[in-house]
């Protein structure tokens, strides 16, 4: 191609006999697939009906091809419109997915929070409840019989027996 000039070539086809010379863009082998094709169609309708000339022949191929190139165009349209609609509807959800990554990771932050204040407070009143333990374990009354008696116990012995009384 030159610049902005469109080479176009010239290709000769035969049809129904007679020789025409084509001015096109399109490769040779296309023109002439096409020449072809349309020989054969009016040949085929011509050999089918005396009455059909070769004017009328050359009309109802014509007719046919613009009634397939308007389906094939909207057809066409039809498949654009769906497609644009598909994108539009894939931009949609790709946003949605992406506040719903969004919220998905602000809401693990929030239960990584919640779970190291809940694991620093299980373990601020568990040490509090085993001094508690200490106290009352190392220095526990107990009364029997109107009388007070001190005594010590084995811390180990006391969650065993603590914790048997809770099975």
């Given at each position: 191609m030159q610049s902005g000039k469109i080479n176009k070539k010239r290709v000769k086809?035969?049809?129904?006999?007679?020789d025409y010379t084509i001015l096109t863009e399109n490769d040779e082998r296309y023109v002439l697939d096409i020449a072809n094709?349309?020989?054969?169609?009016?040949?085929?309708?011509?050999?089918?009906?005396p009455n059909i000339t070769n004017i009328m022949s050359m009309i109802?191929?014509?007719?046919e091809y613009g009634d397939e190139l308007n389906?094939?165009?909207?057809?066409?349209?039809?498949?654009?419109?769906k497609i644009n609609e598909y994108?539009?509807?894939?931009?949609?959800?790709?946003?949605?997915?992406?506040?719903?990554?969004?919220?998905?990771?602000?809401?693990?932050q929030s239960l990584k929070?919640?779970?190291e204040e809940n694991r620093i407070f299980e373990n601020k009143i568990?040490?509090?409840?085993?001094?508690?333990?200490?106290?009352?374990?190392?220095h526990n009354t107990i009364t029997s019989n109107n009388s007070?008696?001190?005594t010590e116990f084995n811390k180990d012995e006391y969650l065993q027996f603590f914790n048997k009384d809770l099975d």
């Open positions: 086809i035969n049809v129904l006999g007679v094709k349309i020989d054969k169609q009016a040949n085929i309708m011509l050999n089918s009906n109802l191929i014509a007719m389906k094939e165009k909207q057809t066409s349209e039809n498949l654009r419109i994108i539009s509807e894939t931009s949609k959800l790709k946003l949605e997915l992406n506040k719903a990554q969004n919220r998905i990771e602000k809401l693990n929070k919640t779970t568990l040490k509090k409840n085993n001094n508690n333990t200490k106290k009352s374990i190392t007070e008696v001190e």
